[in-house]
């Protein structure tokens, strides 16, 4: 049976990458799954407020995408800050 899991997507959930907190903002990162890698995204909260960054990157390996998500949610923190919100 674990083949099977194996091949029909089952098999070990990858570990959640731990939230970070940047200029107030707290930003986790939520790489979505996808054929080619992991697609590039993160949630950003502050004071009760969510705002789901998703981007057309995809990258190889789950650890990148980790990282290239909280960079992104820093640089639009930076553009954009409170009126990510809006």
């Known amino acids: 049976m674990a083949l099977f899991s194996k091949l029909f997507g089952g098999g070990k959930t990858?570990?959640?990458a731990p939230s970070e907190t940047y200029n107030d903002f707290?930003?986790?990162p939520v790489p979505q799954k996808e054929s080619g890698g992991w697609r590039l995204a993160a949630r950003i909260e502050k004071d009760g407020k969510?705002?789901?960054?998703?981007?057309s990157d995809v990258l190889q390996s789950k650890e990148?995408?980790?990282d290239a998500s909280v960079a992104k949610a820093k640089q639009v923190i930076n553009e954009q800050?409170?009126?990510l919100f809006n």
Do not use: V, Y
């Open 14 to 16: 990858p570990e959640a």
């Open 81 to 83: 800050g409170d009126r």
């Open 64 to 66: 990148q995408a980790d």
């Open 26 to 28: 707290s930003i986790t």
């Open 50 to 55: 969510e705002h789901m960054l998703i981007r």
